[in-house]
């Protein structure tokens, strides 16, 4: 049995976090409506990050899956300075996806 190559799959993780990382940027720069979908891209490149090995990628989605369950328990909506806080941790998301 061959062993298992994470590595092979580095340009498929890729696409994938920066296409979910675009959609984040798209919801946070128009009228944030859905935090569920929200919380659902930041767990989704959580757990890809993770499974790469890329911790921090995967601790910096935690941060903000953590800012965002305390809204989806109460259903309420962002408000500005939120928004501007998951966009900061969006920009490390980033940087951190290009040292990748």
Request: with cysteine; charged share 30%.
């Given at each position: 049995?061959?062993?298992?190559?994470?590595?092979?799959?580095?340009?498929?993780?890729?696409?994938?976090?920066?296409?979910?990382?675009?959609?984040?940027d798209?919801?946070?720069?128009?009228?944030?409506?859905?935090?569920?979908?929200?919380?659902?891209?930041?767990?989704?490149?959580?757990?890809?990050?993770f499974?790469?090995?890329?911790?921090?990628?995967?601790?910096?989605?935690?941060?903000?899956?953590?800012?965002?369950?305390?809204?989806?328990?109460?259903?309420?909506?962002?408000?500005?300075?939120?928004?501007?806080?998951?966009?900061?941790?969006?920009?490390?998301?980033?940087?951190?996806?290009?040292?990748?």
């Open positions: 049995m061959d062993s298992f190559d994470v590595g092979s799959y580095k340009s498929i993780y890729l696409k994938s976090a920066k296409e979910l990382v675009g959609r984040i798209l919801l946070l720069k128009g009228a944030v409506d859905d935090v569920s979908e929200l919380h659902r891209l930041f767990h989704t490149i959580k757990g890809e990050s499974f790469m090995g890329y911790s921090d990628l995967g601790n910096l989605c935690l941060k903000a899956e953590k800012e965002l369950e305390h809204k989806l328990i109460t259903s309420s909506n962002l408000d500005q300075t939120e928004i501007e806080k998951l966009g900061a941790l969006v920009d490390e998301v980033k940087a951190e996806l290009d040292k990748v």
